[in-house]
């Protein structure tokens, strides 16, 4: 099994015998199942072709760990877009950014979201898939965090300052209209998949389609970025939340 600088095991499979273990009854073998699962969904990602790294290969900041909470019974995922302020462009550097970023702005013990995907479809490491991420407003139990690293807001989403001057660049040919790469979506799609096989997913959806989102919530994933979901929705057949 392979190790993570960033958490230190406190349980592992034990086996010993004894020389008169036919008499005797079966002990039971402990092992930590939640870290096997995490490394089950690592080599489960690898053998569909696609490259995952982990967090510590991505330079991750040191998280709060003693204050992260325990969380495992995901039912819902969330899909999530970098923001306005980013583009396709190197995934460590943005990971770093963000995680500092969210550390400093919300007080958050570590990387929100547990994963995220850059636009050439490969699969990173966020927050640990052990603790209960920070990634939406009041609704983090049971919700595993998926981050897309790029902009996937139309110009004119958030009717604010940042969307208008977007919207001015946007009519004189200068930006861009924002998608969802076609490696991107597909490693999407089969990372969803394989979240599937070892959690009770019944639930898809956007950011802002969870309850009671606020500020940044109310643009992420973006149009774009929704447009992605709900099709992805549909395939898989899971609900909205």
Same mark, same amino acid.
């Given at each position: ?38 490394? $089950? ?27 992260? +909470?325990?969380?495992?019974? !995901? ?13 396709? @462009? &190197? $995934?460590?550097?943005q990971l770093q950014e963000i995680q500092g970023e969210q550390m400093q702005r919300i007080s958050a013990d570590d990387i929100g979201y547990h994963y995220a995907l850059?636009? %050439?479809?490969?699969?990173?490491? @966020?927050?640990?898939?052990? %603790? +209960? ?5 009041? !609704? ?14 139309? &110009?004119?989403? @958030? @009717? ?8 001015? %660049? ?7 209209? =924002? ?7 597909e490693s999407a799609t089969k990372f969803i998949a394989i979240l599937r096989e070892f959690f009770a997913i019944t639930t898809l959806g956007g950011h802002r389609e969870? &309850? ?28 909205? =939340?």
């Amino acid at each position: 099994m392979g190790t993570d600088a960033h958490y230190t095991p406190t349980q592992w499979a034990t086996a010993f015998t004894e020389s008169d273990y036919i008499c005797k009854p079966f002990k039971l073998v402990t092992v930590n199942d939640r870290a096997a699962t995490r490394e $089950a969904i690592i080599t489960r990602v690898r053998q569909q072709g696609m490259e995952f790294v982990e967090r510590s290969s991505w330079a991750a900041h040191k998280n709060r760990s003693e204050k992260m +909470k325990d969380d495992w019974n !995901y039912t819902k995922i969330a899909i999530h877009h970098a923001g306005r302020s980013f583009s396709c @462009g &190197p $995934a460590a550097l943005q990971l770093q950014e963000i995680q500092g970023e969210q550390m400093q702005r919300i007080s958050a013990d570590d990387i929100g979201y547990h994963y995220a995907l850059d636009c %050439f479809g490969n699969v990173f490491e @966020g927050r640990d898939i052990r %603790f +209960k991420g920070e990634h939406v407003h009041n !609704y983090n139990t049971g919700v595993i965090g998926i981050v897309l690293l790029e902009n996937l807001a139309e &110009p004119e989403e @958030g @009717g604010d300052t940042v969307s208008a001057v977007r919207k001015f %660049f946007s009519a004189m040919g200068a930006n861009e209209q =924002p998608a969802v790469p076609t490696a991107q979506s597909e490693s999407a799609t089969k990372f969803i998949a394989i979240l599937r096989e070892f959690f009770a997913i019944t639930t898809l959806g956007g950011h802002r389609e969870f &309850p009671g989102q606020t500020r940044e919530g109310k643009i992420c994933p973006g149009n774009v970025g929704l447009s992605f979901v709900k099709k992805a929705r549909a395939a898989s057949g899971l609900a909205a =939340p």
